[in-house]
């Protein structure tokens, strides 16, 4: 359907000037609030920090932006904290009157460039403002997980929770940085602050051994659980050949994934903003329709765009 | 109590066998094998940067301490892969007896940018009496948590009462020195408990009182059965000035319990040591990563002195 969003254009805000990336959406009854993580122009050494904010659509027309919000829903962490450098990519959902969010947190590393954790804050006004629940990340590393846990999405089936999120296995050493190796995984709770991890990759690699996923996306339509991703080549990824690609998963118990890219039903567009790349799906269901976020070029650098779901899943 | 002060028990830069590094020993632990004290400790290299890598080697004591029996043959666990939380030390090294094997829990380094480090506690598992380790895996068991957001480590484990406890350090937060601008952390002591030395549980909040103020930095606890209770020793200092004021570095601390719950702090116990402590001695600006272990009936704490234990390690053994 077209692009939504452009950062580029955006005037006024210094957390946002580059990139608008990792989707997510809270509905309401008369707008639609899109949480997007953005970056402030990069400093003397070239390096970004991520600030998550929103955007509200309107409900009846979904390529009419309402507001943009003023200012991030979270500052960074403290000094030395692990999300110092950035807040991205963020996952919501109500829980109890407030808005519980979960985010990946960033920190900078000396011999890798960064490391992730999970993140978890709250909002008692309707996701305008979020406090974190501690200082520290509600998910960290472990035995089998030892770096890079991002990507969370949130859910909530059968009176359990669910986190699905990336976990990195190894870093790989190429000509100009380290590039890391993660794929899709989830943990459960009963209370979304307490996770079981099950320490299994659940999405077999289609490109290579050291395939990287991200943006597990899961929704259930009445009969099964589909999963929408994203994936890409782990060394020189930052072009149209061995860059980012949507796929897509169903399962009938949200442990055993059967994966089926094809079924995707969306690749690179003809527009500028999408022709080399599309990553970071999140679907959503509106009104009767099923609808997709998802990121273009360079993840995101150029804003994100809507598809509609035409077909049966 | 009453200690009697051996002095030095070793010298990295003395001994032949650690020829190739650049000195310190840090934190001995010891782990008992055959009627030896086989003691591991922190030893360090420089990388190609210029800056330090802790190894973790042992030397052997017969029972007393009064004689070095042997050494380590290689270093007994290798560094962590690129990008995890041991890439670049491991520092303190804890061994514990389960059953037929020993586990050791590690406390990992790795360089952060905005702050010097951060740390996690890893396990590593012996099959041959403490000579070599195998990691669990390329994690942490034991990483930051919500309210324990950076520098878990220093983990001591011991098997009491049908249950795995644990007693670690936790940061607090990092404040940035009022002239110099270098952060540095506040770190506290606290406990966790477990069915199997592997999965832990964290009783949430700090055990001792604080006898520094707030950013009084708790660091290496160690614990002991003896005499009918638990007794703990660690080390503690002032968050700033600490490397080069005597006065605001590390000394050592005590308590003790009963119900290895509630601790009952009382420095003066182990600060008797050192009444007579002389300008020049080895252990004089600073006492620190201390060790409690009975040997042959008899008590010892073992520790570093000045400069981290650069020099090496010492012990002094209660006089009864």
């Known amino acids: ?313 | 109590m009453k200690w009697k002060r051996l002095g030095l028990l070793f010298e990295p830069k003395k001994a032949k066998h650690f020829a190739g590094y650049e000195g310190f020993a840090q934190s001995p632990q010891v782990l008992q094998v055959d009627g030896l004290n086989r003691t591991y400790f922190s030893i360090r290299t420089k990388d190609v940067q210029g800056l330090f890598r802790s190894h973790v080697s042992y030397v052997d004591f017969d029972g007393s301490f009064s004689r070095v029996v042997g050494y380590a043959g290689k270093e007994v666990i290798s560094l962590g892969e690129l990008g995890t939380f041991d890439e670049h030390g491991i520092f303190p090294f804890s061994p514990c007896r389960v059953g037929d094997t020993v586990f050791a829990y590690t406390c990992g380094w790795s360089r952060r940018v905005s702050v010097s480090v951060e740390t996690a506690t890893g396990l590593a598992i012996s099959h041959d009496q403490g000579e070599s380790f195998e990691r669990l895996g390329n994690g942490p068991i034991m990483a930051n948590a919500l309210h324990e957001p950076f520098l878990v480590g220093d983990s001591f484990v011991r098997h009491y009462s049908g249950n795995f406890h644990m007693w670690y350090i936790f940061g607090q937060r990092w404040i940035s020195h009022p002239h110099t601008k270098v952060p540095e952390r506040v770190y506290k002591i606290a406990y966790a408990k477990s069915k199997d030395g592997i999965q832990w549980t964290r009783l949430g909040q700090t055990i001792l009182n604080d006898r520094l103020g707030v950013n009084e930095c708790q660091a290496l606890p160690s614990v002991v059965f003896w005499d009918d209770q638990y007794h703990m020793v660690f080390c503690y200092r002032d968050v700033f000035d600490f490397r080069t004021t005597r006065d605001k570095s590390y000394r050592l601390g005590y308590a003790s319990s009963r119900d290895l719950l509630t601790w009952h702090r009382d420095d003066s116990q182990v600060e008797s040591a050192f009444d007579d402590c002389q300008p020049g001695d080895w252990d004089y600006n600073m006492k620190c990563y201390p060790h409690f272990c009975v040997s042959g009936e008899r008590l010892y704490l073992l520790y570093n002195g000045n400069d981290f234990g650069r020099q090496g390690f010492g012990a002094a053994m209660l006089d009864v």
């Not at chain 1, 993580?37 to 990069?42: E, G, K, L, M, T």
């Open chain 1, 1 to 313: 359907m077209g692009r939504v969003f452009n950062p580029t254009e955006v005037t006024g805000r210094p957390w946002l000037k580059e990139f608008a990336q990792a989707p997510c959406t809270l509905i309401f009854d008369d707008f639609v609030r899109v949480y997007f993580s953005s970056r402030p122009h990069a400093d003397t050494n070239g390096q970004y920090v991520s600030y998550t904010g929103y955007l509200d659509l309107d409900r009846s027309n979904l390529f009419r932006i309402i507001r943009i919000a003023d200012e991030p829903i979270l500052p960074l962490g403290d000094l030395g904290m692990f999300d110092e450098f950035g807040v991205y990519p963020t996952s919501v959902m109500r829980c109890n009157g407030r808005v519980r969010a979960y985010y990946g947190g960033w920190t900078r590393c000396s011999s890798v460039p960064f490391n992730v954790a999970i993140g978890c804050a709250e909002s008692r006004d309707e996701g305008k403002t979020f406090a974190r629940l501690g200082p520290g990340p509600i998910m960290s590393y472990s035995v089998q997980e030892p770096f890079i846990l991002s990507g969370p999405k949130v859910r909530f089936f059968n009176g359990k929770w669910y986190l699905f999120y990336i976990a990195g296995s190894k870093w790989l050493v190429s000509e100009d940085r380290p590039e890391p190796v993660y794929r899709i995984r989830y943990a459960t709770s009963d209370d979304g602050l307490n996770w079981t991890k099950v320490n299994l990759d659940i999405i077999k690699p289609a490109l290579e051994a050291n395939e990287c996923q991200a943006s597990p996306d899961v929704f259930f339509d009445g009969s099964r659980y589909h999963m929408f991703f994203c994936y890409r080549y782990s060394l020189n990824y930052r072009n149209k050949e061995r860059g980012y690609r949507i796929g897509y998963a169903f399962s009938h118990d949200l442990v055993n994934w059967q994966r089926n890219d094809s079924m995707a039903g969306i690749g690179v567009g003809p527009d500028e903003w999408d022709s080399e790349m599309v990553s970071y799906p999140h679907v959503f269901e509106l009104d009767g329709a099923t609808y997709m976020l998802y990121l273009g070029n360079q993840v995101g650098r150029f804003g994100f765009g809507l598809a509609h779901l035409d077909s049966a899943l």
